[in-house]
């Protein structure tokens, strides 16, 4: 439980931290390049209007020499403002403040001169310098120039597309940067942008000063590039990251909690087989110590009982050689040092002997035994004495787990081009859920029938080890109540 927590606190602490330093660090770099993206905005704005300034600046200089030719004036006007892209319109008012030009006004103009009248109060002739006149939604451009005949108030208004192509054009970055330049009016919308915007972010804009107020220059990225994206994305990669550290913590901790059941397990099994054998191995001795014993007092007077008491002795330490055979040849098998001498061999002798062994314990318990053996049986290479030692466990098992029907039967046969020997009874049987589970080692069935016998629960998990070391298999077919057969089959 300790050991649990120990995993589980510090891993949760991690991802907690992880979780909210992602997020702080998200939110830091998205404020951070939102700042920057909209410093390069502010700079481009000023570079755009500067550049603006000096081009209208420019126009200035050249209306003033063209006013101030000789000449006609209207074809040279004409001239101008064709040669000016950024001049939309173009307004000169003479100092009676009678419309000069454009000759022929539009629909538009109306509101524009107006304003320029209003320009023209006392000592308008003196002020020099340009001035920025807001009509409705446009700035106009005024300045006080002079033409031929005395001071004169111009006013010109924008193109947008003049802009684009005196201004923007030339100075906002190139094509190979991820970054898009656009200028949007009041509403949003774009007026010029350097490429198509489709699907595009705007990641910030600033308000253009002079020349086209409400307008805003602003900066674009297209989707999934922009800082911000690429923050959300690593954001996301972290936290699929920690999401799997998670995971695979918690992977980890069902694992050891698994490992410590089992080894948790497994230690009381020890604990059991330890008693188990220690209560096995006293059994029989202190029935030879008896006999012995009583026979070395000469207290049994005649020679059948004296015999029936040897015999009883040479049984209890036959079964005692097996039990610690038994506990040996399973601590080879956990070394890794139990080593089999194989040898063509004849199953029926084999078969046999074995059952000689068990003639004792069979006959006293009133067993009835069938013994069916195929004729013809070919040999099998096999270590014998493993064999032999795997069979005495069935048939030992057979007698130990038997019910109130003595019956064994055990049958030698051919079988999927090998020889299947199969030992029966009609004893306790073994529930289905753990017909598998015996086989393994210190595996008893927990039912009190069971425990009620004798065992170290090793016999079986030493038969299905010696089965597969020859390349063959064992396997229970049983019924709680009515008893279990148990096969084992090798190859030839
Ligand atoms: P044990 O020393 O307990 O007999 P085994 O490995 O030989 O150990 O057997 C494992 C368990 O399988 C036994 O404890 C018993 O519950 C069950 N078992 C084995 N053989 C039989 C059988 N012939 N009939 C019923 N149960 C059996």
């Known amino acids: ?98 419309v000069v030009y454009p000759r022929a006004p539009v629909d538009g103009d109306a509101p524009v001169i107006s304003a320029l009248r209003v320009l023209m109060t006392r000592g308008w002739e003196d002020r020099g310098g340009r001035r920025e006149v807001a009509v409705g939604e446009i700035s106009v451009l005024t300045a006080v120039l002079r033409d031929g005949r005395g001071p004169a108030l111009i006013g010109i208004t ?48 600033v308000p253009f000063r002079n020349g086209f107020p409400g307008w805003r220059i602003a900066i674009y990225q297209p989707r ?9 994305r690593q954001v996301s990669i972290g936290m699929g990251a920690l999401a799997v550290l998670i995971v695979v913590i918690a992977a980890g901790v069902v694992a050891v909690g698994r490992l410590v059941r089992r080894e948790t397990e497994m230690a009381r099994l020890k604990a059991d087989f330890v008693a188990n054998v220690s209560h096995d191995l006293k059994t029989p001795l202190s029935v ?15 020679d059948a009982s004296r015999q029936e008491y040897y015999r009883v002795i040479t049984r209890e330490s ?76 069935l048939v030992d098992n057979a007698i130990k787990y038997s019910g109130d029907t003595k019956w064994l039967r055990v049958e030698a046969q051919a079988a999927d081009g090998g020889v299947a020997i199969a030992v029966s009874d009609r004893g306790i049987g073994v529930p289905r859920e753990e017909a598998q589970k015996i086989f393994e080692k210190f595996y008893r069935v927990g039912r009190s029938d069971t425990q009620a016998r004798r065992g170290s629960g090793v016999g079986l998990a030493l038969v299905k080890h010696v089965a597969e070391a020859h390349g063959g298999r064992i396997n229970v077919e049983s019924r709680p109540g009515e008893g279990s057969r148990f096969t084992l089959w090798l190859p030839r």
Do not use: C
Request: proline residues 6%; glycine residues 6%.
């Open 158 to 205: 924008r193109s947008a597309e003049g802009l684009r192509r005196q201004v923007l054009e030339s100075l906002l970055p190139g094509q190979e940067a991820p970054t898009i330049y656009a200028i949007v009016d009041s509403a949003g919308r774009p007026v010029y942008s350097q490429r198509p915007l489709d699907g595009a972010d705007l990641v910030a804009a």
């Open 288 to 302: 030879i110590r008896m006999y012995g014993e009583t026979l070395e007092m000469g207290r049994v007077p005649d």
């Open 1 to 98: 439980m300790f050991t649990l927590l120990a995993i589980v606190l510090p891993a949760a602490t991690v991802a907690v931290l992880g979780y909210v330093s992602l997020r702080q660090w998200q939110h830091s770099a998205e404020l951070l390049s939102r700042e920057q993206a909209r410093d390069v905005a502010a700079m481009a704005a000023d570079k755009v209007e500067m550049v603006l300034r000096a081009t209208e600046d420019d126009a200035l200089a050249r209306l003033q020499a063209t006013l101030a030719a000789r000449g006609p004036v209207e074809p040279a006007l004409d001239g101008f403002v064709a040669a000016t892209p950024i001049a939309q319109r173009l307004y000169v008012l003479d100092r009676g403040a009678r």
């Open 318 to 393: 036959e079964r005692l050689t097996r039990l610690i055979d038994n506990v040996l040849d399973f601590s080879r098998i956990e070394g890794g040092r139990r080593r089999y001498d194989m040898a063509p061999t004849a199953v029926e002798p084999l078969v046999r002997e074995t059952l000689d062994a068990f003639a004792y314990p069979l006959g006293q318990h009133g067993f009835k035994v069938e013994v069916e053996i195929a004729p013809d049986l070919p040999e099998v290479a096999m270590d014998a004495d493993a064999v032999g030692q795997a069979l005495a466990n």
């Open 224 to 232: 999934g590039t922009s800082p911000v994206a690429s923050v959300r």
